[in-house]
């Protein structure tokens, strides 16, 4: 692919300066919007947030609310019809929406690196793994066969595998295995930030857990930045620094996840706390979330989450809100609108204690 | 088994099958399911647990009589299936006992109307029914699983229907029939975390109100403890444990059960050391060989694991593990 329109810059849309020069990634007010016959459905609404060096971001959220968008619009891989119809995503200060493709090939496995949901699909099924590591270095310019050959050894090992698996083909290694080897070669380069789409869903609890384990590991010794999507917000509570909770292409609430998991304050999360049963403590009688996700192509008048809110107001249904602070939390909420301004405070937003 | 008493609505003995693999040079026999006994009460649902590959869809297909098994019999009511010949005997049980599958996406067919399928179902398993006693019998099956206004929904199409509502779908077909047991192979893990619950929450509501039992299969723990009654966790093919739901997740026998329960994501609990230790994975049972299936990854495992495949012993009343290591006072942790 070569520069696609849909992902030139908007035409007044000026580099905005980094407020914090320290963030890996700055993404502000990102829209993004699918192009339609009948329309445009906006799947990312206005998102903003920031990533400092080797922190560790969850996104969750349903079907459908935009997670995933999100991720590829930050690691510049939509394709039409959906196309970034506002806002910057700045990594390490530079704004990556409108570069060209020669320009973030340099970036991409470099200094930042994906790894996708399923690692069956993403693994070529005709290549060896090494011969796919090696491939990936050579399009970065490494060369020698005994660099390619020392390094992929050498990222294998770190994530448990033996090197002998570099001659093995995706479909001779298990499905634990298939998605170490996916976080192997996104180490290849030791990025300065990791983008993962559920790399655990296709996984057994216990698989997932100890993948989770070596995913933090990994980042303590490196100390690369992590962006982690997810549906399961349990996956992330003992690993995330903050925790994103995406409702209908916005962000319904943004904090430090131990404070959004203790003490929830946008009804959704509140309701998305309830609606895992536990495996401790007493057996209550759990409710969910009534009714379903709207429909982004008609989405709501007012907040997004009305339709479903148990503590819906009257204002709700008219004006969607805007987000609120409330101590060093972002929530979309009205409930918060008395008593916190929008206005962003001077600190760090959503930094971990 | 608790329910010495009556007689289960449906227990196996000693159910196996095994898949033949490989081709004429390397002939490999995968033991899907080896010597698995369960039984399932009147009223009661058992969650099937364990990870993908231990063999617990194979469980459900075979009492769907999908698959045949490769030895050990299946009783329902008391009658072993294999004595089951006539196509009309089969129709009943399959009436009796129906399935509702995994993805609600798949499991319905896009060209009809939702209702089609409970008529049809009505149509073939009760054939005594007028043509209005059927629409009735389906506004009612869909009142009963939520799908209200019935006469409504019934008229709709699968994609206009959201995941959660396709599912609810799945559970009237199956209750029209008047069931007994209902074989449900992962009912929810398709369906977003806030419609999940209002799915348990069904399972639950019909066996209180309509009586009927529930083999839930799944791989979430939490989901098994929040609908079931009793819980049997499956490894490689065979039973490790089985007994009261609360019983098995409090006072876990079997290495592989606590293993499985240090490794449940649990925000309102502190992150449980045990599977950080354990990187292995399930075995592929092909030719096995005797001994635990489990003694690979299992820290306790004694000389006895490697050569003698341990039964099931009931160590508390219900409760059983087939682990030669367990024992009934004595608390054993090998991952906590």
């Known amino acids: ?220 010794d490196f100390g690369f930045a992590v962006i982690f999507v997810t549906h399961d917000m349990s996956l992330v509570s003992h690993f995330s620094d903050q925790l994103m909770v995406m409702y209908a292409g916005q962000v319904a609430e943004l904090g430090a996840t131990r404070a959004v998991f203790d003490s929830p304050l946008h009804p959704y999360t509140a309701g998305l706390m309830e609606a895992f049963p536990s495996i401790r403590g007493p057996r209550l009688p759990l409710t969910g979330i009534p009714g379903s996700p709207p429909d982004l192509a008609r989405p709501p008048h007012g907040c997004r989450f009305a339709p479903r809110c148990p503590k819906v107001m009257p204002r709700c249904e008219t004006a969607p809100p805007d987000e609120y602070w409330v101590d060093g939390r972002r929530v979309r909420c009205y409930l918060y609108a008395e008593a916190y301004s929008p206005q962003a405070p001077n600190e760090e937003p959503g930094s971990p204690p | 088994m608790t329910e010495a008493s009556t007689e289960p609505v449906l227990r196996t003995e000693r159910l196996s099958r095994h898949f033949k693999i490989g081709n004429a040079l390397s002939r490999q026999v995968l033991h899907a399911v080896d010597d698995v006994s369960l039984a399932i009460g009147e009223r009661q649902i058992v969650a099937l647990a364990g990870e993908s590959g231990s063999g617990k869809s194979t469980i459900a297909r075979l009492l769907a009589k999908i698959y045949k098994p490769t030895s050990g019999e299946i009783y329902f009511q008391g009658t072993p299936l294999s004595s089951l010949r006539s196509r009309r005997d089969t129709l009943r049980y399959t009436g009796l006992v129906p399935m509702v599958f995994q993805d609600p996406f798949s499991s319905l067919n896009p060209v009809f109307r939702v209702s089609h399928g409970v008529m049809r179902g009505l149509k073939l398993h009760r054939p005594e029914l007028s043509r209005e006693q059927r629409y009735a019998e389906a506004a009612r099956v869909f009142e009963v699983v939520g799908l209200t206004p019935a006469a409504e929904v019934l008229q709709r199409f699968p994609h206009e229907l959201s995941g959660g509502q396709r599912q609810r779908v799945g559970f009237a077909q199956a209750l029209a029939l008047r069931p007994k047991l209902i074989l449900a192979d992962e009912p929810v893990s398709m369906l977003d975390v806030s419609i999940r619950i209002g799915l348990l929450n069904l399972m639950v509501r019909l066996r209180d109100s309509e009586g009927v039992s529930i083999l839930y299969i799944t791989h979430d723990l939490a989901s098994a403890r929040y609908v079931a009654d009793r819980l049997i966790i499956m490894y490689a093919g065979q039973i490790a444990e089985a007994g009261p739901v609360e019983d098995v997740l409090a006072n876990p026998k079997h290495p592989y059960t606590q293993l499985l329960l240090s490794a449940v994501p649990d925000p309102r609990a502190p992150l449980g050391v045990g599977a950080e230790t354990d990187r292995g994975e399930p075995p592929k049972v092909i030719d096995p060989t005797p001994g635990c299936r489990f003694r690979w990854r299992c820290p306790l495992a004694i000389d006895e694991c490697h050569r003698v495949t341990p039964e099931p012993r009931e160590l508390l009343p219900g409760h059983s593990a087939a682990c030669h290591v367990a024992r009934a006072d004595a608390v054993t942790e090998a991952f906590r």
């Open chain 1, 1 to 220: 692919m070569s520069s696609v329109p849909a992902r030139q810059k908007p035409s007044e849309q000026a580099d905005p300066v980094p407020a914090d020069p320290g963030a890996v990634l700055e993404v502000n007010d990102l829209s993004v919007e699918y192009i339609m016959e009948t329309g445009s459905v906006v799947a990312v609404d206005h998102v903003s947030f920031e990533l400092g060096p080797g922190e560790f971001i969850g996104i969750v959220g349903e079907s459908g609310c935009g997670k995933s968008t999100l991720l590829f619009a930050i690691a510049q891989l939509l394709a039409p019809p959906a196309r970034i119809s506002g806002g910057s995503v700045c990594f390490r200060g530079r704004n990556m929406v409108g570069l060209t493709e020669t320009e973030l090939a340099a970036v991409r496995w470099k200094d930042l690196s994906v790894v996708m949901q399923s690692a069956m699909n993403a693994l070529n099924p005709v290549k060896s793994i090494g011969a796919q590591f090696a491939d990936a270095m050579r399009a970065h310019g490494v060369r020698s066969k005994e660099q390619i050959e020392g390094r992929s050894a050498e990222v294998l090992r770190m994530v448990g595998i033996d090197p002998v698996h570099l001659k093995s083909y995706p479909h001779q290694l298990s499905g634990g295995m298939r998605q170490r080897s996916m976080i192997a070669m996104a180490m290849l380069f030791t990025p300065e930030l990791v983008i993962m789409d559920e790399p655990t869903s296709a996984l057994d609890v216990v698989a997932q857990r100890s993948l989770m384990v070596q995913i933090k590991e990994l980042q303590r």
